[in-house]
């Protein structure tokens, strides 16, 4: 709301008013005048603006001749940090889309879409950059005398591909650390200069391509066919098997892009974007390609967001965020491994970066292709449903096999830790060929809970309903819902015994069973807490690429998109938690998981073979993962919701509220709830809850949930704005939150 200017002498130019985009969660613009020397105003303008006491970032949003406020109550803007606009028309269509269809904010949905140095004032410019290059050609001497020195010798090998040089980030996403790069400046084989960066456009590049590509088998060709159909909007499905080719397809057509003076835009998961698919990217093409994720530092990611949106850069990848980016001459839109949750914002703007991706492509008018071996049901039907075009890749590519999976029944087998002795048999074998062993295991630290054994008491979290994982590197106890961290109790809390034991089995303790089975042979563990430091799964992948004997021991980190070559076997040790989840979703989420994981073993010539855990060998989602009947797997799930009226097959949204009160946060979806019913007669949308979350307490607060339900999504979110509107209105009595969630992902 603006507030009385304190003086506004100046006279203005003649009625324009400025309605302006501010990060607050109020639902609403702000009307400002243009400031003294208005130069060349645009929407899409950065603008520093007096806000209170404060002075504010904010985005010119529209440019009007009239507003509901006279004009000496309005305040002026205070200053302009940018000549140009930096969020074009299309940005802005996405953005009022995305903040109607999720009900948020538009001042914040607009100001989140731009990378965070731009939202702190900083300018939009380039800065200079430190360009490491070869101090001389690549010779024979050099090459044979880094013969020791394998990592080095690759980083002279990447940097002679690139006379003009390569900064630091550049480096590090490929692999190359900081310290490689002094080691070698120490050698005089490489130098470092700084210098501007200019902002050539990737167009001017003669050949885009400087690798060339591989011969497309006929499925990978008749995929490729359908994305290049036409240039202009079309939405298609990639389905295609864990090792497919699916990427050399997205690569040929990024290419052919690429030549018609086009830029793609990939969107890649959280922990998809390894040092490898970033090398394959850039090997592939001489043009820029810029990553915005978020292992970059804020202002690396300004340079990566400049670069694709003054078109300097021909590919940008990008995890969930990099959907907001703009690319003047976009042509082309993947998203990899569509199925996964990483594109869903659980925070602020819940928005699916997939389904945004959708909206963006039809207003660049051009194909966006949804790629994966495990689609989501939402895929799934809008390709039956023909919204989409559905385009199989049912082989692997190359020479290699489909991998084989087995149930391996567990029920009154004695387990060595976990472990059956068959299971540890088979490792055994796999390892005395030669070849290295995946172990698969969803669950970081030593043991989920610790436990007295006198008198049962486990060890809780006390802010959430939650136990305490205990962690034994460092020794600690870690709550992984709220972060809290404490010291290993030496006691029971309630009797004082000294008689406290780790119960179930995470990664560390996994780790520690394995190495005493297997002493001889190398064991490495992929999980967050293994991976934390800088580099580290890089280093980590480059010793699984040695290809010696090892064992590979992890989380989901290791289930998505790495390929390890000699890989043969995958143990997958627990199949049976996704089966019985309390979270519709859950079976979905883990027959994806489960073939994901599958998919590491044997991609190249040995076959590859999956062994799979489980008390439940009957149960018929194993039965047809096991069989690879993905899309069985998928209609049997599909006929569940059906019944249950759950999403694809209707629309849900979620009202979340949380307080120190739970009566608090109950009352207000009940009151919330009774308003909706009064207004609902027509039974299109169906008002459920509200219910305490599947966490009732976490960090300190109690939870509640109210799901709306319609097959219709107009009603739904007609619904959801009157929900909105009252929300809004209301005065929230103190210390509640409330949060809307359209589409929501898991009902935690
Ligand atoms: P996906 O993305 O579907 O998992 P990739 O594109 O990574 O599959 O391909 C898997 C492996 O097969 C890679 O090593 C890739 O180089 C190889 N490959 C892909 N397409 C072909 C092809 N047409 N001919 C030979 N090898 C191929
Ligand atoms: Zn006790
Ligand atoms: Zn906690």
Avoid at 324 to 333: D, N, Q, R, V, Y
Wanted: aromatic content about 6%; overall charge neutral; proline content about 7%.
């Amino acid at each position: 709301m603006p507030t009385a200017s304190e003086s506004s002498l100046m006279t203005p130019c003649d009625d324009i008013y400025l309605s302006i985009a501010i990060p607050t969660p109020l639902r609403q613009m702000f009307d400002y005048l243009p400031p003294d020397s208005a130069a060349d105003l645009q929407p899409g303008m950065r603008v520093q603006v007096p806000f209170g006491p404060r002075k504010l970032i904010g985005i010119i949003e529209s440019i009007k001749p009239d507003s509901d406020y006279p004009k000496d109550k309005l305040k002026k803007v205070s200053a302009l940090p940018d000549q140009q606009s930096l969020i074009p028309d299309d940005i802005m269509q996405l953005c009022r889309w995305a903040s109607s269809y999720y009900h948020y904010s538009l001042g914040e949905t607009l100001l989140q879409a731009l990378p965070k140095a731009l939202r702190q004032g900083k300018p939009a410019s380039r800065e200079k950059v430190a360009l490491w290059s070869l101090s001389a050609p690549l010779d024979e001497d050099t090459t044979a005398s880094l013969k020791r020195a394998h990592k080095q010798l690759k980083a002279v090998q990447w940097l002679s591909e690139y006379p003009e040089g390569i900064s630091e980030p550049e480096l590090r996403e490929v692999g190359f650390s900081k310290a490689i790069l002094t080691q070698l400046q120490k050698k005089q084989l490489v130098q470092v200069r700084e210098i501007e960066l200019l902002d050539r456009p990737f167009t001017e590049y003669q050949n885009p391509v400087r690798q060339t590509s591989l011969t497309l088998n006929p499925e990978q060709a008749f995929a490729l066919e359908g994305i290049q159909e036409t240039s202009s909007f079309h939405p298609i499905l990639l389905d295609g098997v864990t090792g497919s080719g699916k990427t050399e397809v997205y690569l040929q057509a990024i290419e052919a892009t690429l030549k018609a003076g086009k830029q793609a835009l990939v969107l890649v998961p959280e922990i998809g974007l390894t040092p490898q698919t970033v090398k394959r990217f850039r090997s592939r093409f001489s043009v820029p390609v810029a990553c915005l994720h978020s292992g970059l530092s804020d202002g690396e990611r300004l340079q990566g967001w400049l670069a694709a949106s003054r078109a300097t850069a021909g590919v940008l990848i990008a995890t969930r965020s990099g959907i907001f980016t703009p690319m003047p001459k976009l042509g082309l839109i993947i998203v990899d491994e569509e199925h996964d949750n990483s594109y869903k914002q659980q925070d602020t703007l819940r928005y699916n970066a997939r389904d945004l991706a959708i909206y963006r492509a039809k207003i660049a008018d051009c194909p966006v292709v949804l790629g994966s071996a495990t689609p989501s049901l939402e895929t799934l039907v809008n390709a039956r449903k023909g919204r989409f075009s559905h385009l199989e890749i049912k082989i692997r590519a190359g020479h290699s096999k489909p991998p084989t999976l087995e149930l391996l029944d567990i029920r009154q087998q004695i387990l060595h830790e976990g472990f059956a002795q068959s299971l540890l048999t088979r490792m055994r074998d796999t390892l005395d060929k030669g070849e290295q062993v995946m172990v698969f295991l969803n669950r970081r630290g030593y043991a989920p809970s610790l436990i007295c054994h006198d008198c049962g008491e486990v060890t809780d979290c006390p802010h959430c309903d939650a136990h305490m994982t205990l962690h034994r590197q460092p020794p600690h106890m870690h709550c992984h819902h709220c972060d809290y961290q404490t010291t290993i109790p030496w006691s029971c809390p309630k009797c004082h015994s000294k008689n406290l034991q780790p119960v179930g089995q995470g990664t560390e303790r996994c780790e520690q069973v394995l190495e005493q089975m297997f002493p001889d042979t190398p064991l490495i563990r992929v999980d967050r807490d293994s991976t934390r430091r800088k580099n580290a799964l890089s280093e980590i992948l480059d010793t699984i690429h040695t290809g010696e004997p090892c064992i590979l021991l992890g989380t989901q980190m290791l289930a998505k998109g790495h390929h390890f070559p000699d890989v043969t076997m995958v143990a997958v040790v627990n199949a049976d938690s996704g089966l019985f989840s309390s979270d519709f979703r859950g079976l979905e989420k883990m027959g994806q998981l489960i073939l994901q994981v599958a998919g590491r073993a044997g991609r190249e010539k040995k076959p590859g073979h999956v062994v799979i855990q489980t008390h439940n060998p009957q149960h018929p989602a194993l039965q047809m993962l096991v069989s690879q009947q993905y899309s069985r797997f998928a209609d049997k799930l599909l006929s569940e919701r059906k019944q249950l009226k759950l999403p694809p097959e209707g629309y849900l949204a979620l009202f979340r509220t949380e307080s120190h009160s739970s009566t608090a946060a109950e009352n207000l979806l009940k009151g919330l709830r009774n308003l909706l019913l009064n207004h609902l007669q027509d039974g299109s949308v169906r008002v459920l809850g509200p219910i305490p979350a599947p966490m009732e307490k976490r960090q300190g607060r109690y939870r509640y949930q109210l799901f709306l339900q319609s097959y219709q999504r107009p009603a739904l979110h007609r619904t959801l704005d009157l929900a909105v509107k009252h929300l809004d209105g209301m005065k929230l009595p103190k210390g509640v939150r409330w949060t809307l969630d359209v589409d929501p992902q898991e009902m935690t």
